[in-house]
């Protein structure tokens, strides 16, 4: 294993000072419990967004936090849930009298650390979960996992609490958009995990693994390696079945590149993914294309499409301001 | 080779076709010959600024193309110059009454491409050229290469152009901040350049590559792998020697992820390069941790040190409008 670290230990902690203190005008980093804030006071009253789950997708969560998207983000240790603790010292340092909103993806960890540290808080909170990974069935084990979905419920819910929506009202419109989401990936490489050492799974070299996890969970199957072409037909029909847009629907089309795919690639199946949804008559009116759901440093990417509505793009397009999404401001 | 291709021929079309469809509402993209422009017009009278390159360094330098930066880039085939034709199309496209800047990386094919346009083009014109590699000795045969320091200069000039300064002017702040940057790059693999369909160069499990060039080009030399701690001492002693700043001199931090090395370990070698840089009394103001002069899918990482003085930190800080790059608008 060659990564840029000084100790498996002490990796989490060193990214995460370099994090905070490279966008240290949008951010700040408590060390104990880990968790990182907005630098800027919000407005009494804002419902606080909180979400986290374990590091190595970065930029997710942690470069989400700022004006328009979360007020805090718990970093877990790599591919590990984080613990209530840091969740609870989260809502207790953002809370602003609108109370808490939890963000969380569909995995077991973070359902069972975010419910614990829900029910120990003394402020009024509610929950959203992710789910937009639909290479797995609806009635699978702990059901679907969320994935790439979750950077636009993040974005348009973030925009909905700037805009002084209160906590039913964000709960009920990232229950919206998670439900208009849908996501699948391919995986080309495993990621290597740090205190592993080694791949998580391996590939040979003619082979790719459709519907894989952002943690290298293993998907719908392997496969010989196919054109750009048939890999992104191969994606985006998992999604059209799921989704079964209408024509004219409105929709945002994201790119999310697992961290080690170059975004030469990236743009490619954009092309491609865009003239799949073009055909059948979905109107493309925003799109995102680059690394924000990553998995440490696997080759891969996923495609997601969200059919969001007029008001929900307006949230969409509403200023934001993070180390890794800014428009507007 | 795994890669998101459907041939390598098509690649570069499909993907600048991809690029330019994700961000229509920023660039055009002309097919024969292959540039990228603004989708806006400018004001009459701005000095254009056009750069380029072989591609796979993405987002450098299509994704720079917009307000406050680039007036057009023309991307050649992967690790190979653009012809002339490119740049004269460019140039007749975005040439707005104020004249031409080329913005040009030091390598010998892009050096002599670029003259040949400048020399045959029929308005005024002038170029900057960027070497910033300090891997390389400054009378090394073609001089030293132009790697992650070519975004500054193409930033701090494009604000300058932005704001109605003439092409002398233009010309002689790129300078500036091309003397006053120094970078330095070192690699965990190589690339894989798709026409070729192996790798560039073999390291081996516990090598790296110090000095490495952003086409996998060799370096200073091949050295088993040390902690995080030593590399970042020893690419950024070698940016000390060139630079020497002096105490309380004002900085812009750059560290430069190659394309496959995960943002946790770009936060930490941040982190770590800032203290070597406060311990030295240098004031770090403005900071840029991510993926933006990439080696398409090489795993490794390049530090760049900027002197930016409070003139040039303000243009750097003007409003920029990019799909790379977007601040203040």
């Given amino acids: 294993m060659k990564k840029f670290i000084n100790s498996v230990d002490t990796l989490l902690n060193e990214s995460l000072s370099g994090f905070a203190m490279a ?3 949008i951010v700040r980093f408590n060390e104990e419990p880990h968790f990182i804030s907005r630098q800027a006071p919000t407005q009494s009253g804002k419902v606080a967004l909180i979400s986290g789950g374990g590091s190595g997708h970065e930029p997710l ?3 989400f936090v700022g004006h328009g998207m979360l007020d805090a983000a718990c970093p877990g240790q790599i591919f590990t849930s984080p613990t209530p603790n840091q969740m609870m010292a989260a809502a207790q340092a953002v809370e602003n009298g609108g109370g808490v909103l939890f963000i969380v993806k ?8 975010f419910e614990m540290a829900a029910e120990m808080i003394d402020c009024s909170n509610a929950t959203v979960f992710v789910n937009d990974d639909v290479s797995l069935p609806k009635n699978h084990s702990t059901g679907r996992r969320g994935v790439a979905g979750t ?3 993040e974005k348009v819910v973030g925009a909905a609490a700037e805009n002084g929506k209160d906590l039913a009202a964000c709960k009920a419109i990232g229950e919206r958009v998670n439900e208009a989401t849908a996501s699948m ?3 080309m490489t495993s990621c290597t995990v740090p205190a592993l050492g080694k791949p998580t799974f391996i590939l040979n070299d003619d082979e790719i693994e459709m519907g894989v996890g952002i943690h290298g969970e293993r998907g719908r199957e392997t496969i010989p390696i196919k054109s750009a072409t048939e890999i992104v037909e191969q994606l985006s029909t998992a999604i059209e079945e799921e989704l079964k847009p209408k024509k004219n629907q409105p929709a945002l089309l994201h790119i999310n590149g697992f961290g080690a795919t170059p975004l030469i690639e990236l743009h490619l199946i954009y092309n491609l993914a865009a003239q799949f949804w073009q055909k059948r008559g979905v109107d493309i009116r925003r799109s995102l294309v680059g690394n924000y759901t990553t998995s440490l440093d696997m080759a ?13 793009l307006k949230l969409w397009d509403a ?6 999404l800014r428009w507007g401001m």
């Fill in 319 to 324: 200023p934001v301001h993070t180390a890794a």
């Fill in 61 to 63: 969560h942690s470069g």
């Fill in 300 to 312: 891969g990417c996923s495609i997601t499409l969200s059919l969001l509505d007029e008001d929900l």
């Fill in 151 to 153: 950077l636009i419920v």
């Fill in 106 to 113: 569909n995995y077991a960890g973070d359902v069972m650390n």
């Fill in 23 to 25: 966008h240290a005008d």
């Fill in 185 to 187: 990936g391919v995986a």
